[in-house]
Each structure stands twice: as structure tokens, then as C-alpha cells.
């Protein structure tokens, strides 16, 4: 079946240090990956995606992404955190071209992130 | 350029009514999806309209329908509400096979 996972359900930094977050998918296929962020009670917002061709790739908020076919993950990254950052991360997938429940978008458990001052 | 809009914001009904919860796409978009987001879980997707078709379903009971109107905008309706309904309920549109764009979400609260 497909699946994404998020294996910590919670991570604590402090301001300033640098931010990985885990995602593992399990599909036939390589997917097309994303990685969301979502407030307390709101709605999600995008925050890079990956379809092909460069495994690293950059999105908003200085946060990037490494497609790694061999682990299939897809970690979130982030080098220097802010206080702001504070939030729910998604990780999600969508099936590539010529896969199964097209338009499907499968979530993780989602990370909650703290930032410590 | 407006983004995926819904409505209501919140809402709150008993055991057995019926619900309705309305989105509109962002411009340009001509495929609405919508999930449900219980809380403390991921999103788990319920089902995904195109050329006001249901495209695509997750595993939801019957009691989960939706429609697509010929301005791509959707509603997704609820009949016979169980208290495990409650939930942040995220609408997210699309251009075809495209990536997903979220609403706000409408937060159910059934009694």
C-alpha cells in the first residue's frame, strides 16, 4: 500500500541551529514528494515540491529538500531556525505519471516543530 | 490573485443533521480536492473532482458526497453526522494532476 511516514512525531531545537525532519515514503513508483507547514487551525501551505531532475530543492522560508531514491526519503532541511518556524510539518505524495489513484495525495503524521529562544 | 477560499469558517451541528461545506478554487485551478484532518493526524483525503466528475475516492462511507460546479467551484456534503466527523476539513485545488493548493479549512464540530 502507499505510504508516507514521518518518524518523529515531535522535534526540539533552539534558535539559530540547523533542522532536519525525516520523511520515508513506500510506493511503487517514485513519486511526486511535498513537504506542507501548517498553523494551529489553519490550512496547509506549500512549502517545496519535488517531480524530477535535481535531488536538492529549494522552497520558500529557506527551507530545501533532498530526494534520495536509494533511502526513499525526502528530509526537510533547514540551516538556521527561527522562532517562527514553530509549527506542523507535512510531509505528502501524489503518484507520478502513469501511477494509480491519480490526484491522491497521501500525508504523514505530520512534526511538530518547537523552537526553543 | 485570490487563493482557495471556504466557507463557513467553523461550524457546529448534532448527531444525524446534515452538513454542507462550500470551496472555490484559486483562478486558474479546474479540480477541487477535499480531505479531512482529524485532530493531532494527517490529512486523509476523501475525494477529488474534475470536469464536475468524482475523479478520484479515498475510503470514506457513501455518507460523503460532494459535487463540482461548471465555475470549478465544489461543495462536499455530509449526510447522518457521527460525532467522529468532527474535524478540520481542507479544500485544495488544482490545475488537472497538478500540485494541491489549500484553503483554510472549515472546522466541523458534530454534538
Known amino acids: 500500500a502507499q505510504s508516507v511516514t514521518q518518524p518523529d512525531i515531535h522535534i526540539t531545537v533552539s534558535e539559530g541551529a540547523s533542522l532536519e525532519l525525516r520523511c520515508n515514503y513506500s510506493?511503487?513508483?517514485?513519486?511526486?514528494l511535498f513537504w506542507y507547514v501548517q498553523s494551529p487551525g489553519q490550512g496547509l501551505q506549500l512549502l517545496l515540491k519535488?517531480?524530477?531532475?535535481?535531488?536538492l530543492v529549494q522552497g520558500i522560508k529557506g527551507f530545501e529538500a533532498e530526494f534520495k531514491r536509494s533511502q526513499s526519503s525526502f528530509n526537510l532541511r533547514k540551516p538556521s531556525v527561527h522562532w517562527i518556524d514553530a509549527d506542523e510539518y507535512f510531509c505528502?505524495?501524489?503518484?507520478?505519471?502513469?501511477?494509480?489513484?491519480?490526484?491522491?495525495?497521501?500525508f504523514g503524521q505530520g512534526t511538530i516543530l518547537t523552537v526553543h529562544p | 490573485d485570490a487563493g482557495v477560499t471556504q466557507s463557513p469558517t467553523h461550524l457546529i451541528k448534532t448527531r444525524g443533521q446534515q452538513v454542507t461545506l462550500r470551496c472555490s478554487p484559486k483562478?486558474?485551478?479546474?479540480?477541487v480536492s477535499w480531505y479531512q484532518q482529524a485532530l493531532g493526524q494527517g490529512p486523509q483525503f476523501i475525494f477529488q473532482?474534475?470536469?464536475?466528475?468524482?475523479?478520484q475516492r479515498g475510503n470514506f462511507p457513501d455518507r460523503f458526497s460532494g459535487h463540482q460546479f461548471p465555475n470549478y467551484s465544489s461543495e462536499l456534503n455530509v449526510n447522518a453526522l457521527l460525532l467522529g466527523d468532527s474535524a478540520l476539513y481542507l479544500c485544495?485545488?488544482?490545475?488537472?494532476?497538478?500540485?494541491?493548493?489549500f484553503g483554510p479549512g472549515t472546522r466541523l464540530t458534530v454534538l
Open positions: 485544495a485545488s488544482s490545475l488537472s494532476w497538478g500540485t494541491q493548493f
Open positions: 519535488y517531480f524530477s531532475g535535481d535531488t
Open positions: 473532482y474534475y470536469e464536475e466528475e468524482e475523479r
Open positions: 510506493y511503487g513508483a517514485t513519486p511526486y
Open positions: 483562478s486558474g485551478h479546474d479540480t
Open positions: 505528502a505524495a501524489l503518484p507520478g505519471a502513469g501511477g494509480t489513484s491519480y490526484g491522491k495525495l497521501t
